[in-house]
């Protein structure tokens, strides 16, 4: 037998989610910035962290979610997510363009499935912002691979992506409170 999470549970604890993955960004973010483009122990360890901080976020979801769509979604993430960080810790020691390579592919394919979460979940309120958020990282992800063929190239700008991320989560946990305090007044 299956059992059907009711939307308003589900909108609380990706409210709840949301609110933890945008304090986790604004914190990472000030941190890479504050390494600069340093690919040390500390560095690459940060680099690891976030992704390995999206598998978690995805589990809880899918925890949350339970019977609700679209779980099978987040597995793709947890997936590569989880390759994303190996990936990055081995690229750590070949540089910043391997970095960027590999944090530039993740962004792409991760935010072409953020962009379906948020589509398919459209009708709990409030994921518009993901849906933005998921078209964008794609986008970033491609403009990562590029700035890897450059000279010079840093890892500073995925501090600001991780900081426009969290501003999307915020965005949509807000959004969600309000969806949630509408329909508890209709």
Known sequence: MT???????????????YFVRFAFAVVWAALVFATGSSLGVAGIALLVLYPVFDV????????????????SVLYVNIAISLLAAIGLAV????????????WGSWAVVAGVVQLVVGLRRRGLGGQW????SGGISVL?????????TKDGA????LAGYATLGGI??????LRLGRARRNTALA
């Open 140 to 148: 970033a992800g491609g403009s990562f691979i590029l700035q890897a």
């Open 56 to 71: 978690a976020a995805a589990v809880v979801d899918v925890r949350s979610s339970k019977a609700a769509q679209p779980v």
């Open 3 to 17: 059992t059907t999470v009711p939307a308003a549970d589900v909108a609380s604890s990706l409210r709840r989610l």
């Open 168 to 173: 999307f989560f915020l965005v949509s946990a």
């Open 154 to 157: 840093s890892l500073t700008n």
């Open 129 to 132: 912002p993901m849906i933005l």
């Open 91 to 102: 690229a750590g020691s070949s540089g910043i363009a391997g970095v960027l390579r590999v």
